[in-house]
């Protein structure tokens, strides 16, 4: 289960009014508390949970708070909700596989030209908007941030950024990915069952423009992902392409 802080801890403990009910004052405790009873297994894959309103008795808040916890879960793909159906845990494999995942090293050598990767940064930060989303992570959860570039014949091909929750993860040192990109290591460590992808235009800013070679606000492809391992993300990563770039997908 993942480590959170103790200031944070705090803020998100359940009040325990007189008749011994818990209540949670804010959607983020009531987050909280449905992401732990899927982690533990209370509520297993495949399973329907309690109703809003069954909830929002349970923990003591108005069925709004629930609502609005439950629709960040399902916008992360940790729950399926369906009209007259219910909200049940997504499911995933019953067989602990690795997904395949798009590899850019593929990508590149099926064009014919030669693979370049090189890591430029290895860090630990505090997550963007988008990564504390994607991770559901607060705001005060330290986590790592890998950046590098990938080459066609030389030319630029792709920027990557991975934000990876370490609470969730085996050790990883910068010299293990100094030859491998984040996401090999991922598939070589950690046994993945769910992954979710977005697809957008985005303006090139600051070293991504500079590595693509293009001039900053140049619209880009950007490709954001998230993996999981059962309940828990474990990865998120945006990786950005020049103009022009073509994306093919086969069934």
């Known amino acids: ?16 009014s007189g008749n011994g009910v818990k209540r949670m004052n804010t959607w983020q405790s009531v987050r909280a508390e449905v992401l732990r009873r899927i982690r533990s297994r209370e509520w297993p894959p495949g399973e329907l949970i309690p109703t809003e309103q069954q909830l929002a008795v349970q923990l ?4 709004a708070t629930v609502n609005r916890a439950l629709r960040e879960l399902a916008d992360n793909g940790i729950i399926e909700r369906r009209r007259k159906v ?16 798009s590899v850019i090293r ?3 050598e099926a064009m014919g030209a030669e693979y370049g990767y090189r890591l430029t940064s290895f860090s630990r930060s505090y997550p963007t908007e988008e990564a504390m989303r994607a991770l559901q992570v607060s705001s ?5 941030i890998i950046k590098a570039n990938y080459t066609a014949d030389g030319e630029p091909h792709c920027c990557e950024a ?12 910068r010299e293990e990915l100094e030859d491998q990109p984040a996401h090999d290591w991922l598939a070589r460590n950690v046994p993945l069952t769910q992954g979710r992808f977005c697809i957008l235009a985005e303006g090139a800013t600051g070293d991504c423009a500079t590595n693509l070679g293009v001039a900053a606000g140049t619209p880009v492809l950007t490709i954001e992902r998230i993996n999981w391992s059962d309940a828990t993300p474990v990865s998120f990563a945006r990786q950005f392409y020049p103009p022009k770039h073509r994306l093919i997908s086969e069934d």
């Open 1 to 16: 289960m993942t480590k959170i802080p103790g200031k944070v801890a705090r803020s998100l403990r359940p009040v325990v």
């Open 162 to 173: 991975v934000w990876l929750n370490p609470r969730t993860l085996p050790p990883l040192t």
């Open 140 to 144: 005060t959860d330290e986590l790592l």
């Open 60 to 63: 003591g808040c108005a069925r």
């Open 106 to 108: 593929d990508e590149i």
């Open 86 to 101: 219910g909200t049940r845990v997504t499911a995933t494999p019953s067989r602990r596989t690795t997904l395949e995942m």
